[in-house]
């Protein structure tokens, strides 16, 4: 007996977790669907009710052709971060919250003032988490979303869509520093949030030092496996076989003196595949952040990557091997890190 053809749309998703409304075309005598541009439920739904009311002119520029934000955003995510990025997920939620804000907001109006309500939106809790569920965020996240906005209009006028313009923001202040200075940990913090990691709960302690040591992004150590870690050659293959290869490299690093406790451990103690215990470790290190008093500017992850380069360039390695170790050019590690050994680089001149 054949299945009765459903009469009204319907909110499914397809393999790739990408939501779609699908609904059935009579006059075709097929089955038609439209992405949501979602992974979220809540948003799918939302979108759906939309989809609902106003049916194909969902895909449909709105107000008479005009080019919005929302538009900019999910054209981003589609042709560019979905197709060329390793790790969508962290775009994925920078993405979120602007299309809370911004919306149908026309692209050509997204200008300074925008940006600065946006951000006030967000540290106050008022943006992002959707209803019931926002929350503060500190300057580092905000950052990196209005990051992700400028990105994706520099995307679409690169490729020519109608209406595209850039857009102008103010990006926040992170650890009362210059903007042009990276942040760092001196060495006394860094010990203090090693001291608390090693006393946490799990492997965290094992994870963060590993971070250090080896300068790596945290996506690369967090996922890291048995069959990177090549002890008897002694050395650590960051980029996994089946990863497709991005802008930011994985170099192979060795296997230091400093290292071999920590890596003896987690060989020991670590799964047959994933060596670490947990998939993200980012709440459970700003926990640990803001427990031993870090201020909000260095309680992010990344900075542990900041803090090794900076430390190597302060005790006087050369440029070009904290390069290697990092998966970064001379120049990039000087423009980025090299402020912080001046004086490093001044004592050792005068000696």
Request: glycine fraction near 8%.
């Amino acid at each position: 007996m054949a299945r009765p053809k459903r009469t009204t749309p319907w909110l499914d998703t397809r393999d790739n977790g990408i939501f779609y409304a699908f609904w059935y075309d009579e006059s075709a005598r097929t089955t038609r669907s439209i992405s949501l541009r979602t992974r979220d439920k809540d948003q799918a739904e939302l979108r759906f009710g939309e989809f609902l009311i106003n049916g194909r002119e969902l895909r449909k520029p709105k107000g008479d052709g005009v080019l919005t934000v929302g538009q900019v955003l999910d054209g981003y995510m589609d042709e560019h971060v979905r197709a060329k990025c390793a790790a969508p997920e962290r775009n994925e939620f920078a993405i979120y919250p602007l299309k809370q804000y911004y919306g149908e907001m026309p692209v050509r109006d997204a200008d300074i003032a925008a940006s600065k309500a946006y951000a006030a939106g967000r540290a106050a809790g008022r943006v992002g988490g959707g209803p019931g569920r926002n929350k503060p965020v500190g300057a580092s996240t905000i950052r990196r979303e209005l990051t992700v906005l400028v990105a994706a209009a520099n995307h679409a006028v690169k490729n020519r869509k109608p209406g595209a313009v850039p857009v102008d923001v103010e990006l926040p202040s992170v650890g009362g520093g210059r903007d042009d200075e990276v942040s760092y940990l001196a060495h006394d913090e860094l010990e203090a949030l090693f001291a608390a990691a090693d006393n946490a709960e799990g492997d965290v302690g094992l994870f963060l030092r590993l971070l250090y040591l080896t300068g790596a992004r945290r996506r690369s150590i967090e996922n890291l496996t048995r069959g990177q870690v090549r002890w008897r050659e002694r050395r650590i293959i960051l980029k996994p076989a089946d990863k497709k290869a991005t802008k930011k490299r994985q170099p192979i690093v060795p296997i230091l003196k400093a290292m071999e406790p920590v890596v003896s451990a987690l060989l020991e103690t670590g799964g047959d595949d994933r060596l670490f215990q947990y998939p993200d470790y980012y709440r459970r290190v700003r926990k640990l952040a803001r427990a031993v008093g870090l201020p909000e500017g260095k309680q992010h992850l990344h900075i542990i990557r900041h803090s090794r380069a900076t430390h190597l360039l302060q005790d006087g390695v050369s440029i070009y091997d904290v390069g290697k170790l990092l998966g970064d050019t001379a120049t990039t590690v000087d423009r980025v890190y090299g402020h912080h050994s001046a004086e490093s680089l001044a004592a050792r001149l005068e000696m």
